[in-house]
Structure formats: structure tokens, C-alpha cells
């Protein structure tokens, strides 16, 4: 890309792949004296560059990743597992993600990441996989995908709920 240092491309990509947070990285250089781009040259190459390429190819292959479920899903209606992981144990987690993957392809069809701090969650994060499976749900349904069995993990306390809440949103 014209304008910026392939090394320092590859090295913003790679930082952002593995999860490595930019400030680690940054200490390990400085401790090594290797000479790196700063932090918010880093920030904007990811917002600028990294994040709409990984966008891109994310759209266009969950586009074949729908085709091929449909595909494989002749009687037009699907069995769907949901699982959902939280960034710590116990009752203080901060982050939940939910997947949601066909039972006949094993392909990933949504992840919906929730976050204690959003709408609908008020702070406990409790109510985070409940309203993950919910958002989850609603996406499928708005692109047309029907489902007809639903396997979770248990939901502890809000399970009840969930089975409810679940039932009337795909009625």
C-alpha cells in the first residue's frame, strides 16, 4: 500500500491477529532496542488499513459460508448449537461471546460478543449470554435461515427464561 512500510503493516497485522496488546509490544522493543512504530501509528493502520481489509475478506466468506449451510440443509430449516464463553469465571465477567454453529456442517454461522457496559445488560454480566443467544437468534432469522432445534450449554438461573424467551422469538 503506498504510503506506509510493508514491515510496519505486517507488524500491526500480526500484532492485531494474535491479540498481542500494542503497548506489550512496545515494551518488549524498548527493552530490545529494536526501533518500532509508535502506538497510534499502529492505531491507524489498523483503523485505516487492517480493520476494512479483515472486514472484506469476513463478509464475502461468511457469504459462502451461508450458501454452503443452505446448501447442505435441503429441508430449508436447521439444527443449531449456541455456545457461549465468558473472559473470567465466577460473576464478574466483563466480556461474553456467543457462536452459533449448524449441527450438519459444523460451520460457524454468527458470533455475537456482548459486553457488561451495553444496552440490555445493565452492568450484570449474567444477563450477557442470555442476550447474546437473543441478538444471535434475531440476526439468523433477518437473514431467512429457519431453525428448527436449538442445543445450548446450560444458562444457569436464566435458562428457564431463555427457553421461553427463545420459544415465542422463533414462533
Known amino acids: 500500500m503506498e504510503g506506509y512500510y510493508e514491515g510496519n503493516l505486517k507488524l500491526t497485522s500480526s500484532v492485531h491477529t494474535t491479540g498481542l496488546p500494542i503497548p506489550r509490544l512496545l515494551a518488549m522493543g524498548k527493552e530490545m532496542g529494536l526501533a518500532l512504530p509508535c502506538a497510534s501509528t499502529m492505531r491507524t493502520q489498523l483503523a485505516q488499513v487492517i480493520m476494512p481489509a479483515v472486514d472484506i475478506v469476513y463478509l464475502r466468506r ?102 421461553i424467551s427463545d420459544h415465542i422469538l422463533l414462533r
Open 62 to 163: 461468511m457469504s459462502e459460508v451461508e450458501a454452503i449451510v443452505r446448501a447442505a440443509n435441503t429441508n430449508r430449516s436447521i439444527d443449531l448449537a449456541m455456545d457461549g464463553r465468558y473472559d473470567s469465571p465466577g460473576y464478574c465477567a466483563s466480556n461474553c461471546t456467543v457462536s452459533f454453529i449448524d449441527v450438519l456442517t459444523n460451520y460457524i454461522l454468527s458470533v455475537v460478543n456482548m459486553a457488561k457496559n451495553m444496552r440490555g445488560i445493565d452492568g450484570a454480566s449474567g444477563r450477557m449470554e442470555k442476550e447474546g443467544v437473543r441478538r444471535g437468534l434475531e440476526a439468523l432469522l433477518a437473514k431467512r435461515f429457519m431453525v428448527s432445534k436449538r442445543f445450548t450449554t446450560s444458562l444457569g438461573s436464566n435458562s428457564q427464561c431463555l427457553l
